[in-house]
Nanobody, 126 residues
Framework: QVQLVESGGGSVQSGESLRLSCAAS??????????MGWFRQAPGKEREGVAA???????IYAESVKGRFTISKDSAKSTLYLEMNSLKSEDTGLYFC??????????????????WGQGTQVTVSS
């Protein structure tokens, strides 16, 4: 059972930056083998995939965040990051990290991951 804990959320102005972190524990295999992703859920909307990173390091981004967000992971610290720049009001939402040790197609879909964190709130004011 993988436990995931997000941190780094907050309230910022449009155009500013935030870095989210997701610390993992409880896994019995090599952290670097995990497939991991960031998702967000705005009030009244469905949860959507934002960015994902495969076990081989390949990254995938939703069109809405390409060029502004960067996903990365530090295997030595068992931590996943999401660097968010040029934030917009539409980036507001509860951000979740997710993980799985098995590959599934469409790494930005909810069904690709079995393990989820509790989320961290990001609020962007215009």
């Amino acid at each position: 059972q993988v436990q995931l804990v997000e941190s780094g959320g907050g309230s910022v102005q449009s155009g500013e930056s935030l870095r989210l972190s997701c610390a993992a524990s409880g896994y019995t295999y090599t952290y670097s083998r995990l497939y991991m992703g960031w998702f967000r859920q705005a009030p009244g909307k469905e949860r959507e995939g934002v960015a994902a990173i495969r076990s081989d390091g390949l990254t995938i981004y939703a069109e809405s965040v390409k060029g502004r967000f960067t996903i990365s992971k530090d295997s030595a610290k068992s931590t996943l990051y999401l660097e968010m720049n040029s934030l917009k009001s539409e980036d507001t939402g509860l951000y979740f990290c997710a993980a799985d040790n098995l590959f599934k197609n469409d790494q930005l879909s909810l069904g690709a991951y079995r393990y989820w964190g509790q989320g961290t709130q990001v609020t962007v004011s215009s």
